[in-house]
């Protein structure tokens, strides 16, 4: 079940950032922590303690693979660096050109997006919630494909801003 969430968290956790760019928030390190994770209506374990048994079975050339892709699992959640040219735009780029991911915000208010979007293994929907130029949360459903078999999945997640300096995170391309 783990890898099904891993795969499930990764999709979404790919997304997220692009939708909340156009708010101006603040350029930097961001860190995303996932809970309410449900599966075919099943509560699973909050990422924290996955991304935990995850971290310690990965090899050193998995999380490089990850950090490539500006992936960082640390402190909560998955931390990732936002430029201050990703935070201006009002564009929707492909923050990983080999994910083969896409968005599409389809409604947007002072303070909330409605968003799709769509991977080679997972779709479905979601609204992200500005709080600040520091801090969103979304909520996202969908369906997902990790192991053959489509998957309901849904989860909720926040996102923090922890500083300009991101340190050893890469921006994502």
Not at 15 to 31: F, K
Not at 62 to 80: D, F, H, P, S, T
């Amino acid at each position: 079940m783990n890898v099904r969430l891993l795969g499930l968290a990764m999709a979404v956790g790919l997304s997220l950032p692009v939708a909340a760019q156009a708010q101006m928030l603040q350029p930097g390190l961001w860190e995303l922590t996932s809970s309410n994770m449900k599966v075919d209506n099943q509560n699973l374990p909050d990422l924290q303690l996955i991304l935990g048994q995850l971290g310690s079975q990965m090899t050193p050339a998995q999380k490089a693979a990850l950090e490539k892709q500006g992936i960082n699992m640390g402190g909560k959640g998955i931390r990732v660096c936002l430029t201050p040219e990703q935070v201006k735009t009002d564009e929707i780029p492909l923050q990983d050109a080999q994910s083969g991911c896409r968005q599409e915000i389809t409604d947007r208010s002072a303070n909330q997006w409605k968003f799709r979007f769509s991977c080679p293994k997972a779709q479905g929907s979601g609204v992200a919630t500005f709080l600040s130029d520091r801090e969103f949360n979304t909520k996202v459903n969908g369906t997902f494909n990790a192991t053959g078999i489509p998957q309901q999945g849904s989860m909720d997640t926040r996102a923090v801003w922890l500083g300009q300096d991101c340190g050893t995170v890469k921006p994502r391309a």
